[in-house]
Structures are given as C-alpha cells and as structure tokens.
C-alpha cells in the first residue's frame, strides 16, 4: 500500500452542504416536507428549460414512477438499453413488465439509434409496440437523441431518458434530461453530486410532476381523512437530504469540469501505451465524463483490463468493470436481446478508472502509475 485508498466516484462535499444541512435540520423541517425540498425542485428545474421536477429517495424511485405515469403495467414490453445498471431495468419488473434489451452503439456505448428503430419497425408490423422506451445516457455521455427520439415519435412510443449518470452533460447544445417525455437523475453516494441517496423526475408536463408528487407521497387523495384512490409509494426525497443537494447543484459545474480535466490528465498520460482505447466523446454533445472508461486490447497491450483491476485493487485503487450487460445477467436471463456483441464486448474488455471530483495529483500519479505497471509486470 502507497497512501489512503482511492475510491472509484467518492462524494465531494464542501463546507456550504455542511451549512445548509444543518441550516434544514434546525429548522426542524426534517422529513419530507419542506422549503428545501421546494426550492431543490425549482433550482433542478431551472437548470432544463421548460421542464418540472419532482425530488424522490432515489434515481431508482424515478425510474418506477416513471413507468407507472406512462401506463406500463403487466405484460407489457419497454424497450432498454442492454449496457447499464441493473436499476434501469429492475423498474421495468416492478410493474409486471418484460425489458427487451438494445445493444449499444461502439461509437458512443450507448444505444444503438439504428437497432432502436429496426426494432420499433419491426414490432410495429407484428403490431406489438413497446409501452415505452428507456435510453441510458452512458458514464456521463448522452445517447444520440435525435434519432432515438424521432424513432419513439414516429411509432408514437414515450421516451424515459435515464440520466442518472449524466446530470451536466449536453447533447446538441440542449442539456442532458432535456430528451424524455420523462426523464431521471440519480444523487446516490458516486455520482457527480450527491445527496447520500436521492433522485429527481423531471417532464415538461407539469401535470405528471404533480402526480408523481403525489404518488410518492403515499397516494393520498386531499381529503382531511387518509383516503387513497391509487396504489401510492413512500419515494419523496428528505427535505434534509434536499438542502445537500442544493449545495451540490451550486458546485455541479466545477465538478464538470474537474472530471473532464481527469479525463484529459488519462488520455495524456497512457497516451503511449498499445492497445487501450479511451470511451469515444461523441461529436454532437459535451460529456462529463463523470467516469473515465476505456478498453483495453490484450494482445497489444499485455495484459488484460481485469488484470489491471486486479492489480490496482492489490494497491488500494479502486477501478471497476464497466457494467454488465443486462442479456448476460442471470437475473434477466432469456429476455429477448437485439444485437448483444457490442456490449458484451466493451464489458470484456472494458475498465472505469477512479474519476471522482476531490481526487489530487498525487492520486491521480499514483493510479497512472499503477496502470503502467501492469506493463512492465506482463513483459
Ligand atoms: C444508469 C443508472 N440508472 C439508474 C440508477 C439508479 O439510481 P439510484 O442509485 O439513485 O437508485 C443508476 C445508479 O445508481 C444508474 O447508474
């Protein structure tokens, strides 16, 4: 061991979170009721033009809601993207619904806005249309939503942009959220900002924001008595929590910044080396790189990503495997799948390298100097 240990995405938190927190919890307005939760909203939302924004316990929460406000339910087919995290996918379950994967495009890892449509073509035919589509936007780097949501328009098919690991990322000059007819964002402990764990839905459509206020308050109809006309879930965020994430969303553009300084001190310094290949920074948008990915090519580079994982794990740095795809988990085993070697592909050979906002330089030496390593170890 060389120094404390380097986490992959740690929280970034500052002396103004501090002050607000406590600020929330004098004013005793502790649960989930409160002016910071208002104003954490109002704020959210001013940062996508002409949407409405609803603060939930979690990006996962959203997700569900989601779902629910578009009418998915039994049986019903959402289309998603195969790279992700498993939450994507698990609020398509929650509802009684079936995920039928879409593999990923290898220019921006992220969906795939050609088999998106091939498949929406294809089932409008059969005349069996999906309830809804979710695309992830990547690691920090939006998907191509142009395409993918003319595709959704034209077989009249909502969109549910899952952004939870791209809040401050832009595509086309419109902001990342900006492309769902409801779309969702993750505060859980690594993304770029944090509550602990939090989340926002966000629509243009006020009415929906109101109703899943409503919905994630228990679902109670306002009567002065408990009455309940919809089956309702306890997904509202802290007003705590809430006055955290005020103070992250002041901070949300250095944190950008930041890990695009990361990203650029990597691709400098492995410049050299054969066989690695940085995630592609998709010409039509601005990611955050809220991680920095790459892939690595044995043959050319000697050894492979999990043996760089493993070897930096055995120095106390923390890099992980890039997800999974979901056609390959054995929890969502048999699905239907279209395409599939893309994904499969970058999570054999893909690795994330610690990314986080408060790394110094001495971390930032240290891991490079780690990666390198593994070189001069293999030969
Ligand atoms: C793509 C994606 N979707 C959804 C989630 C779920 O968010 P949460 O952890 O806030 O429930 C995450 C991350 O945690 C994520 O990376």
Redesign the pocket.
């Known amino acids: 061991m060389s120094g404390r240990r380097i986490y992959l995405s740690p929280p970034h938190m500052g002396a103004e979170e501090r002050q607000l927190l406590l600020e929330a919890f004098d004013s005793n307005w502790i649960s989930t009721v409160g002016p910071q939760v208002n104003a954490f909203e109002s704020e959210f939302a001013a940062l996508l033009p002409g949407t409405h924004a609803a603060a939930l316990s979690?990006?996962?929460a959203a997700?569900h809601l989601a779902l629910v406000l578009v009418g998915v339910g039994r049986d019903d087919d959402v289309l998603c993207s195969d790279l992700?995290?498993a939450?994507?996918a698990n609020a398509i379950i929650y509802q009684g619904a079936r995920p039928v994967f879409i593999d990923s495009d290898r220019a921006t890892w992220n969906m795939d806005p050609a088999l998106l449509a091939e498949e929406l073509d294809e089932r409008s035919r059969r005349g069996r249309l999906p309830k809804a589509v979710i695309a992830?936007d990547l690691y920090g780097q939006c998907a191509d939503h142009d395409p993918i949501v003319s595709a959704c328009a034209r077989h009249e098919v909502p969109l549910i942009e899952?952004a939870?690991?791209a809040l401050g990322a832009d595509y086309r000059g419109r902001p990342a959220g900006s492309f769902g007819a409801l779309s969702v964002f993750?505060?859980?402990g690594n993304k770029i900002i944090t509550t602990s764990?939090g989340?926002m839905l966000v629509s243009p459509r006020e009415d929906w924001i109101a109703r899943a206020r409503g919905l994630a308050s228990q679902a109670r109809d306002p009567v002065p008595h408990y009455e309940h006309s919809a089956i309702g879930y306890n997904y509202r965020l802290s007003n705590l929590l809430a006055a955290i994430g005020r103070a992250q969303l002041r901070r949300l553009a250095d944190r950008v910044a930041r890990r695009r300084a990361i990203n650029v001190f990597y691709r400098a310094a492995l410049a050299d080396l054969d066989g690695i290949e940085f995630m592609p920074e998709a010409p039509y948008g601005r990611s955050t790189c809220w991680l920095t990915c790459l892939t690595v090519d044995a043959a050319r580079f000697g050894a492979t990503a999990e043996q760089i994982r493993a070897h930096m794990a055995s120095l106390d740095i923390e890099a992980r495997n890039v997800w999974k795809p979901m056609h390959l988990q054995p929890v969502f085993q048999g699905l239907p799948i279209r395409g599939g070697a893309v994904s499969e592909d970058l999570f054999a050979r893909g690795l994330c390298l610690p990314s986080g906002s408060n790394l110094t330089q001495d971390d930032l030496d240290r891991i490079v100097d780690a990666f390198r390593a593994v070189v001069r170890r293999a030969s």
Do not use: K, P, Q
């Open positions: 979690s990006g996962t997700l992700t995290f939450a994507s992830v899952d939870a690991e993750s505060f859980n764990g989340g």
